[in-house]
Protein backbone atom coordinates (compact mmCIF):
# COMPACT_ATOMS: atom_id res chain seq x y z
CA UNK A 1 0.00 0.00 0.00
CA UNK A 2 1.11 3.22 -0.76
CA UNK A 3 0.04 6.43 0.67
CA UNK A 4 1.00 9.32 0.07
CA UNK A 5 0.94 12.15 3.34
CA UNK A 6 1.28 16.14 3.05
CA UNK A 7 2.36 17.17 6.17
CA UNK A 8 1.51 21.28 7.01
CA UNK A 9 2.62 22.48 10.45
CA UNK A 10 1.45 26.09 10.86
CA UNK A 11 2.48 25.69 13.92
CA UNK A 12 4.41 23.38 16.36
CA UNK A 13 3.40 19.85 16.42
CA UNK A 14 5.20 16.91 18.70
CA UNK A 15 4.94 13.75 16.18
CA UNK A 16 7.25 13.13 13.50
CA UNK A 17 6.03 12.98 9.90
CA UNK A 18 7.08 9.22 9.98
CA UNK A 19 4.94 8.32 12.95
CA UNK A 20 2.13 9.82 11.68
CA UNK A 21 2.70 8.03 8.74
CA UNK A 22 2.81 4.77 10.42
CA UNK A 23 -0.24 5.41 12.39
CA UNK A 24 -2.18 6.19 9.11
CA UNK A 25 -1.15 3.11 7.64
CA UNK A 26 -1.79 1.55 10.61
CA UNK A 27 -5.95 2.57 10.38
CA UNK A 28 -5.53 1.66 6.44
CA UNK A 29 -4.51 -1.62 6.76
CA UNK A 30 -7.06 -2.78 9.18
CA UNK A 31 -9.64 -1.19 7.06
CA UNK A 32 -8.26 -2.76 4.33
CA UNK A 33 -7.99 0.37 1.86
CA UNK A 34 -5.64 0.76 -0.66
CA UNK A 35 -3.32 3.41 -2.05
CA UNK A 36 -4.15 7.08 -0.77
CA UNK A 37 -3.33 9.91 -0.24
CA UNK A 38 -4.34 12.40 2.36
CA UNK A 39 -3.42 15.87 4.02
CA UNK A 40 -2.92 16.27 7.51
CA UNK A 41 -2.44 19.82 8.58
CA UNK A 42 -1.17 21.42 12.65
CA UNK A 43 -3.07 24.79 13.11
CA UNK A 44 -3.85 27.46 15.37
CA UNK A 45 -6.53 27.61 17.75
CA UNK A 46 -7.74 30.49 15.96
CA UNK A 47 -7.99 28.47 12.57
CA UNK A 48 -9.05 25.50 14.40
CA UNK A 49 -12.31 27.63 16.31
CA UNK A 50 -12.53 29.20 12.33
CA UNK A 51 -13.54 26.31 11.14
CA UNK A 52 -14.82 24.67 13.61
CA UNK A 53 -17.13 27.15 13.74
CA UNK A 54 -17.75 27.46 9.57
CA UNK A 55 -17.92 23.87 8.63
CA UNK A 56 -19.45 22.35 12.35
CA UNK A 57 -21.51 25.27 13.61
CA UNK A 58 -19.70 25.25 17.13
CA UNK A 59 -17.58 27.61 19.08
CA UNK A 60 -14.36 26.93 19.97
CA UNK A 61 -11.22 25.02 18.93
CA UNK A 62 -11.53 21.43 18.51
CA UNK A 63 -8.68 18.33 18.72
CA UNK A 64 -9.47 17.02 14.96
CA UNK A 65 -11.42 18.07 12.31
CA UNK A 66 -11.87 15.61 9.43
CA UNK A 67 -12.74 16.83 5.87
CA UNK A 68 -13.63 13.91 2.96
CA UNK A 69 -12.78 14.86 -0.31
CA UNK A 70 -15.46 13.55 -2.78
CA UNK A 71 -14.47 13.37 -6.29
CA UNK A 72 -16.52 13.82 -9.10
CA UNK A 73 -16.80 10.48 -10.98
CA UNK A 74 -15.01 11.83 -13.84
CA UNK A 75 -11.88 12.68 -12.01
CA UNK A 76 -9.64 9.22 -11.02
CA UNK A 77 -7.86 10.47 -7.59
CA UNK A 78 -6.90 8.72 -4.75
CA UNK A 79 -7.24 11.44 -2.46
CA UNK A 80 -8.84 10.72 0.90
CA UNK A 81 -9.13 13.96 2.33
CA UNK A 82 -7.91 16.26 4.81
CA UNK A 83 -7.27 16.10 8.90
CA UNK A 84 -6.90 19.29 10.66
CA UNK A 85 -5.65 18.88 13.92
CA UNK A 86 -4.96 21.75 17.04
CA UNK A 87 -1.69 21.44 18.20
CA UNK A 88 -2.27 23.32 21.81
CA UNK A 89 -5.69 21.04 21.83
CA UNK A 90 -3.92 17.93 21.75
CA UNK A 91 -1.41 19.02 24.23
CA UNK A 92 -3.97 20.61 26.82
CA UNK A 93 -6.02 17.48 26.24
CA UNK A 94 -3.35 14.86 27.36
CA UNK A 95 -1.97 16.52 29.89
CA UNK A 96 -5.76 17.13 31.55
CA UNK A 97 -6.50 13.49 31.06
CA UNK A 98 -2.67 12.41 31.92
CA UNK A 99 -2.18 11.16 29.46
CA UNK A 100 1.67 10.61 27.45
CA UNK A 101 1.46 13.01 24.68
CA UNK A 102 2.59 10.89 22.24
CA UNK A 103 0.11 8.20 23.00
CA UNK A 104 -2.58 11.14 22.47
CA UNK A 105 -1.25 12.13 19.15
CA UNK A 106 -1.44 8.70 17.89
CA UNK A 107 -5.18 8.41 19.12
CA UNK A 108 -6.01 11.69 17.18
CA UNK A 109 -4.91 10.77 13.74
CA UNK A 110 -6.23 7.10 13.88
CA UNK A 111 -9.50 8.76 14.94
CA UNK A 112 -9.35 11.46 12.30
CA UNK A 113 -8.48 8.43 9.86
CA UNK A 114 -11.50 6.50 10.44
CA UNK A 115 -13.62 9.51 10.02
CA UNK A 116 -11.98 9.63 6.71
CA UNK A 117 -13.18 6.16 6.12
CA UNK A 118 -16.83 6.97 6.92
CA UNK A 119 -16.68 6.35 10.66
CA UNK A 120 -18.64 8.29 13.10
CA UNK A 121 -20.14 8.73 16.55
CA UNK A 122 -23.66 10.26 15.96
CA UNK A 123 -25.00 7.55 18.15
CA UNK A 124 -24.17 5.04 20.49
CA UNK A 125 -23.90 2.07 17.98
CA UNK A 126 -21.47 4.26 15.99
CA UNK A 127 -19.66 5.59 18.75
CA UNK A 128 -18.90 2.50 20.05
CA UNK A 129 -17.89 0.87 16.91
CA UNK A 130 -15.36 3.47 16.05
CA UNK A 131 -14.27 3.57 19.88
CA UNK A 132 -13.43 -0.51 19.48
CA UNK A 133 -11.92 0.15 15.93
CA UNK A 134 -9.36 2.93 17.82
CA UNK A 135 -8.84 0.58 20.92
CA UNK A 136 -7.57 -2.36 18.25
CA UNK A 137 -5.12 -0.09 16.21
CA UNK A 138 -3.84 1.84 19.01
CA UNK A 139 -2.93 -1.43 20.65
CA UNK A 140 -1.33 -2.64 17.87
CA UNK A 141 0.97 0.22 17.70
CA UNK A 142 1.59 -0.45 20.96
CA UNK A 143 -0.67 2.06 23.04
CA UNK A 144 -2.76 2.25 25.69
CA UNK A 145 -6.75 1.98 25.18
CA UNK A 146 -7.42 5.80 25.22
CA UNK A 147 -10.78 5.48 26.52
CA UNK A 148 -9.25 3.92 29.82
CA UNK A 149 -9.55 6.31 32.90
CA UNK A 150 -6.05 7.49 34.23
CA UNK A 151 -5.03 8.62 37.92
CA UNK A 152 -3.20 11.52 38.41
Sequence with gaps: MEVNLDIQ???DALP????????????????????????VRFVSKEE???LNEQYR???GATNVLSFTFDAPDE???NLLGDLVICS???KQQAKEQNKQELAH???MIVHGTLHLLGYDHLNDAEANEMELKEII???????????REIEA
Design 57 to 59: NKK
Design 137 to 147: ILSQLGYPDPY
Design 48 to 50: SAD
Design 75 to 77: VEI
Design 16 to 39: KDEEILGWVKEVLTNERYGDTELT
Design 105 to 107: WAH
Design 9 to 11: REV
Design 88 to 90: DVV
